[in-house]
């Protein structure tokens, strides 16, 4: 009944202009979304904006921002196939990239075709130490997208390429297959480089392993008031003879 009494006072917070879109609200409001909503409130509460919680989160972060490298770390191990294209028009030619187990070694070569799987180090033929890479650039900063012709003025391109520079202005191009294969390889690169990972998916990532580890470390104290400074000290012993040499 409480969830029902919810649904309606929420649908009509919205003030809808007709009793379709209020069903509309309604529908929208399921059971699965009251809860969300409700976890997500108790999240923003105040005792979750104590000095002691916000603490533990920053003590925290840097452990789920460790195991979001090694994701992405892995997924560059794994490796993408990319799609070679050309600034007149889309040619069906595909080439393969790869990070080595030691994150050493990008291993990359072209292929006849799109591949059902990963491809074997030893079947490609190139290969680029890590240690070699002076920069990564994306966007318009990629000397592929700074060339005339349809790949300078294609949007949706220009948002998924990304170079490595090494040496002195020698390059790999790349152009992702799609938003999620972008911001893994930029946080895989940077990671590799030392930098901050930036990308949207990090943001998300970092959100939501961290709301989930906090809640798991708070489970015990539900319904427990957090007090905003730690409990005195009490004052010491008038002696100590309850402690005993035991050697």
């Not at 790869?98 to 290969?127: C, F, M």
């Not at 946080?187 to 901050?196: H, P, Q, R, T, V």
């Not at 005195?232 to 002696?239: M, T």
Request: glycine share 2%; proline share 6%; net charge negative.
């Amino acid at each position: 009944m409480q969830v029902v009494r919810e649904q309606i006072t929420r649908a009509l917070t919205v003030k809808p202009n007709s009793l379709d879109q209020f069903k509309s609200r309604l529908q929208n409001l399921s059971y699965t979304e009251i809860l969300k909503i409700r976890q997500s409130e108790r999240m923003n509460q105040e005792d979750f904006q104590s000095r002691p919680i916000l603490e533990l989160r920053e003590k925290i972060q840097p452990e789920i921002m460790e195991l979001i490298k090694q994701q992405r770390l892995n997924r560059l191990c794994e490796g993408t196939c990319f799609r070679k294209i050309s600034s007149r028009r889309r040619q069906d030619k595909f080439w393969y990239c790869r990070l080595s187990p030691n994150h050493k070694v990008l291993h990359y070569g072209d292929l006849e075709e799109s591949p059902q799987g990963e491809v074997p180090h030893d079947s490609l033929q190139d290969k680029l130490p890590v240690a070699d890479i002076k920069a990564v650039v994306t966007g318009k900063d990629c000397p592929h997208m700074k060339e005339k012709g349809a790949l300078k003025q294609n949007k949706e391109v220009l948002e998924l390429a990304f170079s490595i520079l090494y040496e002195s202005d020698e390059y790999l191009n790349f152009i992702a297959p799609d938003k999620h294969e972008y911001c893994m390889w930029t946080d895989g690169l940077n990671a590799l480089l030392g930098k901050e990972m930036t990308s949207e998916f990090t943001r998300s990532d970092l959100d939501t392993l961290l709301n989930m580890e906090m809640k798991l470390r708070l489970l015990d104290l539900e319904n427990i008031q957090i007090p905003e400074a730690p409990p005195p000290i009490p004052k010491e012993p008038s002696n100590y003879d309850f402690v005993y040499d035991c050697n």
